[in-house]
């Protein structure tokens, strides 16, 4: 079962009970790596306007959480309108296409780099002469892990039979 990033969960603070969610409490704690990862997830906009509130206070130790989360819902209002104006078309409004405009062009340069990214890690590849399977990962975009899991998990499934075999044969 995967944990929702969006969940309350009920605490104590100095003798009074508080709810918090996941996000607020990286926050408040300092801990950048899980905000980044609780941002990707695509949180409700409650949960990100409440992490604003708390990362712009002196609740939050560390200041830049705010810009983080700031991003995040640009990033989250931007896809918004731009599935508002896919599904409107003509009717959708102005202020909705230029945000979905923006998240366009977002997704344009998001895809440019990830391409210019692959160029350069298959020239790389060719110089080296490398002849294995090798992988194209983003560790602050969180992408390309998948075929990476994947074959890991062939190659156990693969050492199991080869055991399961072995054994059978003796």
């Known amino acids: 079962a995967r944990a929702d ?3 309350v969960s009920s605490g104590w603070q100095d003798g009074e009970e508080v709810e918090r969610r996941p996000l607020v409490s990286a926050c408040i704690h300092g801990h950048p790596q899980c905000v980044r990862l609780l941002l990707s997830k695509g949180l409700s ?17 560390q200041p830049e959480f705010a810009r983080l989360v700031q991003r995040a819902i640009e990033r989250a209002e931007r896809k918004a309108a731009f599935l508002r104006v896919q599904a409107a078309g003509q009717k959708a409004s102005a202020a909705d296409k230029k945000l979905a405009q923006d998240y366009e062009k977002w997704l344009a340069g998001k895809r440019k780099k990830r391409a210019e990214a692959k160029a ?51």
């Open 5 to 7: 990033a969006d969940q």
């Open 45 to 61: 906009r409650k949960t990100m306007d409440r992490a604003l509130v708390v990362s712009t206070s002196t609740e939050c130790k």
């Open 120 to 170: 350069a890690a298959e020239q790389i590849v060719a110089e080296l002469g490398w002849k294995e399977p090798w992988f194209l990962v983003s560790a602050l975009g969180r992408e390309g892990t998948f075929p990476i899991m994947s074959r890991i998990m062939a190659f156990f499934d693969r050492q199991k039979e080869d055991e399961l075999e072995a054994r059978n044969a003796q």
